[in-house]
């Protein structure tokens, strides 16, 4: 009788979980004017089992950042419960999703935040963007990027970059900028990584971007300071190593970075400020999507 006492008992704490979840995440959307979202800019493309849009209604952006809660919150932080990730970027901009047609789930998603609808962006929080925001043209900003676990392979993130394609098309964007994720706190690593970036000419001088004081990581410019020496092979691999496909795709589409990285607490981890002019980027993408790549 205990036992089964028990097991209701911990079903009604379930059910008054999610209900809570639930109330907290309508709140949250309402705070964040979410119920008012309208898209800037509408995409909608069919590829194979997929369908490529921007979010046009509610409903699917709350699905679009409860995928965004899964990902940061619950793999990333290890949290139990369930929410929804948002904040108050969320509002003025895109959101790009990947559809998998036969089960209507969103399996993937990006936030676009383009200078056309807002001078306020996320990387202003952990980097100095004023040398960036002066290079003349439309800037848009690409963040909060993430797929499902169960849809992680190469295709679905080549997809993600098709949409970011299409809309840069659509606004005339000329540089793409954002922030790229590695899962370390050691300030080693950190300084490590950018001494390879450095070796592979991928800091772009004339977008450097200091972080801002409260994103600055302790110690990395010791760490940094004794890599006087070209890396060797082994540093190499261990840099390689450390990134994740998302940075990996970044470099391979030709993005420069602007630096030194930012320290996130808040996601136990570091941002490199990633930088993409239009006229850089790499000719086999566009002619993969049929655009134009000599335009500026």
Known sequence: MSARKNRYTDLDSVEESIVLT????????????????K??????????????????????????????YQVFHREMLGKKNFGIDVDDYDFDCDHLVIKDKRNAKIIGTYR????????????????????????????????RACIDKEYRRGAVISMLWRGIAEYMAATDAKILFGCATVMTENPAEAALLTKYFEEEGRVALAFRARPTLSCTMPQYREFKDQLENALSETQREQAEALMPPLCRAYLKIGAYLGGEPAWDRDFSCIDFLTILHREDLNRTLWKRFKMDSAES
């Open 22 to 37: 639930t109330l907290q995440s309508y709140y949250q959307m309402r705070v964040h004017k979410i119920h008012k979202f």
């Open 112 to 143: 676009l935040r383009s200078s056309l609808h807002t001078n306020n962006f996320y990387s202003a929080n952990e980097f100095e963007l004023t040398t960036l925001l002066q290079q003349p043209g439309i800037k848009l900003e690409l963040g």
């Open 39 to 68: 898209p800037k800019v509408e995409l909608n493309l069919e590829v194979g089992p997929f369908i490529l849009k921007t979010v046009t209604d509610t409903q699917e952006l709350k699905e679009a950042l409860t995928l965004r």
